[in-house]
């Protein structure tokens, strides 16, 4: 069993201020992990992932997240937010082989001018 | 990244009629399709994984008879809301990955309203 819990389902940021968005995870066996984003009646696009290897996973339009075993967390990170990145981030968990993947129940960021 | 084309991006029907959605891989082969419904600031449920093929997998409290999904071929899946009601409103997304990957990628998504 997995299930994905997104702390806060909205989030504001100045433009230029670092972007947190907060996801923790549980599953049963080693988790790959998602991050997607969804633009308005959009579907999802992918931002990054972490499958094996190296913690610190980079992604596109500069977001980052680190995968945490210890505190099975997954973090997405930006240092400076830009007006474009306003938009719903979800968080996702699967196995290996991208099979049952649950989706996090989405954080919604506002970039405010 | 690969692309995944899904139509019609929005769709008008009555009740009681029946609508079909397509998912088209491409510029890959894929496999596998996953149909998804997002209800207004919920997430993604799955509804059901297909593979090329074989009979769509439904998840527990979707009902396959009003949601036919067919994956006939390795580019195209397609999603048929039958005897459609109101309820059934909502953003309908499919997604789709080939045998390698260990992501799928998703089509724009349909927005179904019945009226």
């Known amino acids: 069993a997995q299930s994905v819990t997104q702390l806060g389902s909205h989030v504001s940021v100045s433009e230029g201020a670092l972007v947190l968005l907060r996801c923790n995870y549980s599953?049963?066996?080693?988790?790959?992990l998602f991050w997607y984003v969804q633009y308005p009646n959009q579907g999802l696009q992918l931002l990054l992932k972490?499958?094996?290897?190296?913690?610190l996973v980079k992604g596109i339009n500069g977001f980052e997240a680190e995968f945490k075993k210890s505190e099975t967390s997954f973090h997405l990170t930006k240092p400076s937010a830009h007006m474009s990145d306003a938009a719903e981030y979800f968080c996702?968990?699967?196995?290996?082989?991208?099979?049952?993947?649950?989706f996090g129940i989405g954080t919604k960021l506002q970039v405010i001018p | 990244g690969a692309v995944v084309s899904q139509h019609p991006s929005r769709v008008i029907c009555k009740s009681g009629t029946s609508v079909k959605i397509e998912c088209r891989s491409l510029?890959?082969?894929?496999?596998?399709m996953f149909w998804y419904r997002q209800f207004p600031k919920q997430s993604l449920m799955l509804m059901a994984t297909?593979?090329?093929?074989?009979?769509?997998?439904?998840e527990q409290g979707v009902e396959k008879d009003k949601f036919l999904i067919n994956h006939a071929s390795l580019t195209l899946s397609t999603l048929t809301v039958t005897s459609a009601h109101p309820e059934d409103s909502s953003f309908y997304i499919c997604?789709?990955?080939?045998?390698?990957?260990?992501?799928?990628?998703f089509g724009q998504g349909t927005r179904l309203t019945v009226v």
């Open positions: 599953s049963s066996v080693p988790p790959y």
């Open positions: 510029d890959f082969q894929a496999t596998t």
């Open positions: 997604s789709a990955k080939d045998r390698r990957n260990t992501e799928a990628f």
């Open positions: 297909s593979n090329e093929g074989s009979k769509a997998t439904y």
């Open positions: 972490y499958t094996t290897g190296a913690t």
């Open positions: 996702a968990v699967g196995t290996g082989g991208y099979q049952k993947v649950t």
